[in-house]
Nanobody
Framework: QVQLVESGGGLVQPGGSLRLSCAASGSILSIIAMGWYRQAPGEQRELVALISNGGSTNYADSVKGRFTISRDFAKNTVYLQMNSLKPEDTAVYYC??????????????WGQGTLVTVSP
């Protein structure tokens, strides 16, 4: 089974930086994409950044220019560098990996989440 473990969350002041890491383990032969989502209480989970095997990236408009996603798929790992953090970035951040299956569908596996709090 595929499992994800996130790390790097914590408390940071506005304008500060954090770097999140997500490591996947288990039976992984290839990766279609890995990404980061976030969810604040009472809100839907939203895409923060996604990176494909080929290196293509997608970012939420709210984080463009501040966050950078990168990956080392050889190590089944994805990172999220977060700069110029704002209080509205406060959320639980979840890592996701998309892997192919033997069927004509992709499998999504989620991590347990890591809390990022931006506050004075």
């Amino acid at each position: 089974q595929v499992q994800l473990v996130e790390s790097g969350g914590g408390l940071v002041q506005p304008g500060g930086s954090l770097r999140l890491s997500c490591a996947a383990s288990g039976s992984i032969l290839s990766i279609i994409a890995m990404g980061w989502y976030r969810q604040a209480p009472g809100e839907q989970r939203e895409l923060v950044a996604l990176i494909s095997n080929g290196g293509s990236t997608n970012y939420a408009d709210s984080v463009k220019g501040r966050f950078t996603i990168s990956r080392d798929f050889a190590k089944n790992t994805v990172y999220l560098q977060m700069n110029s953090l704002k209080p509205e970035d406060t959320a639980v951040y979840y890592c996701k990996v998309v892997v192919p299956t033997a069927r004509n569908t992709d499998l999504e596996v989620w991590g347990q989440g890591t809390l990022v709090t931006v506050s004075p």
